[in-house]
Each structure stands twice: as C-alpha cells, then as structure tokens.
C-alpha cells in the first residue's frame, strides 16, 4: 500500500505528518509503525522508517529523531546522531537531513524558516508544551539565524478535545501555571474534564511569537484506520501500539 502522507500548504518545504498507512507492520502495529521504543519487530519497523527517509528524499541514516521524554529540551543537529539524545525537539539548518519526531495522540509540531533556511521539528504532549518545548524549538531556531516572526509551525494529527477526558488534578498543573489556561478546558462526565490540547499548543506558539501557527484538525483517537492512538489502545487494553512520524527536511 502507498504510504499516506499529509502536508500543509504553509509550510513550503518538503515535510509529512505520515499516517499509518503504507507500512509493513501487523498486528496492533499494523501500518507504518515508526517506532522503535515500540514491542514491533526491530527489521519491521526499519523498513517503515526506511520508507519514510526516501519519501522525505534523504539517505536512511539522516532521517533523525530523538529519545523523547515529554521535555522542554530542543537540540541542535547538523549530521547523523551515534546515540539518540534524551530531548523532545531538533532543529537544523543543514540541508540532506529529515527532522522527525514520534507521537501516539501528543503532537507532532513541525517548524519553517524558508529564508533563513532553518527547521525544526518537536514532540509536545501536554507536559512538554506547558513546560515550555515549542518556546525552546523556536528559541533554538532562532539560534541558527531564524526570525521567530518568520516562523510557520504546524501541529499534526493528535488527540482533539472531545476525546481527551482528564481529572481535576490535570487541570490542577495547568491552573497553577496561569489561571487563564481554564479556557482550555470544558465540564466531562462527573468530575471529568475535557483538555484541549491543539487549542493550548497553538496558544504556546503564538506566545512564542511564531508568525503563523495552524493545526491540520485531525484527531488520532477517532480515526483508527489513519492513526495509532496510546488513549485509544488503552481503551481496548491492547498490549502495545504504533508510533506516528512526523518529519521535515530542507
């Protein structure tokens, strides 16, 4: 099957939000499990990442990722990495080289500079983006001669609100950073909560300053045959799940 492959026509460089489709996994991973932190076959998941490094037109070893630990960490990198380093976000102004980021309902943000010839890509659940990961994407960009109001940042398929019931405590972190954040929030069942996740990841970038920042408006919970989704593999206490990719190149 042909990998799918969504783009958005803000961000003029060569970038995908892949979606399971197209791949070699079967089982629960069945599609293009990307993830190699995942109980998949290790031969099966390098030959869907294989797909995805010649779709993004790089050599295998240049489609780099990161050891994602729900941070505010941004990396810079200019070559292939030995080791995956402990961060949730890479930027680069080097061309042959396809950023990529792994998500499972979190988003996966990708980030353009066309004139300054600078990207980045970033992993933000809701811990990384209240802790600041989309600030220190654009802040590392920034570093390589991008302008923050020359930014284009697109969030990629990831859990929508009507999907993302959470407790008071959640709330709680959330109101304890900014009380204006209740906004992002609306009454569940009983004591239940419904977070916005896109909504607040927008919100973060503009406040980065970024000068335009949109979300594709696909949800990974309700679209099964598309997307994998930790919430919805929950649900059905399944043993594991597939990781989506995310990925960008100049």
Not at 88 to 112: E, H, M, N, R
Not at 196 to 213: E, I, K, Q, S, T
Request: glycine residues 10%; hydrophobic residues 45%; contains cysteine.
């Amino acid at each position: 099957m042909t990998l799918e492959i969504l783009t958005c026509d803000a961000l003029p460089v060569k970038h995908g939000f892949f979606t399971r489709r197209g791949g070699a996994s079967s089982g629960v991973f069945a599609g293009l499990n990307c993830g190699q932190g995942s109980t998949d076959q290790a031969e099966i998941v390098a030959i869907n990442r294989a797909r995805v490094a010649d779709a993004m037109g790089v050599a295998h070893d240049h489609l780099l990722g990161v050891h994602q630990i729900h941070s505010a960490t941004a990396i810079t990198v200019d070559a292939p990495l030995a080791e995956k380093p402990r961060a949730d976000a890479l930027v680069t102004a080097t061309k042959g080289i396809a950023l990529s980021v792994l998500t499972a309902d979190c988003q996966p943000v990708l980030f353009a500079d066309t004139d300054a010839g600078v990207i980045g890509a970033a992993h933000a659940g809701w811990r990384g983006a209240l802790d600041g990961v989309l600030h220190a994407t654009v802040d590392a960009m920034e570093a390589l001669g991008a302008r923050r109001d020359n930014i284009t940042a697109v969030i990629g398929p990831a859990i929508s609100q009507r999907a993302y019931e959470v407790g008071p405590e959640f709330m709680d972190s959330f109101m304890a950073e900014d009380p204006d954040y209740a906004r992002y929030f609306i009454n569940g069942a009983g004591d239940r909560m419904l977070f916005d996740l896109p909504g607040f990841g927008l919100n973060r970038l503009r406040a980065a300053g970024v000068g335009h920042a949109e979300w594709t408006r696909h949800c990974t919970f309700s679209d099964a045959d598309r997307f994998y989704s930790y919430r919805r593999t929950t649900h059905a206490k399944e043993a594991d799940y597939g990781r989506l990719i995310a990925a960008i190149t100049l």
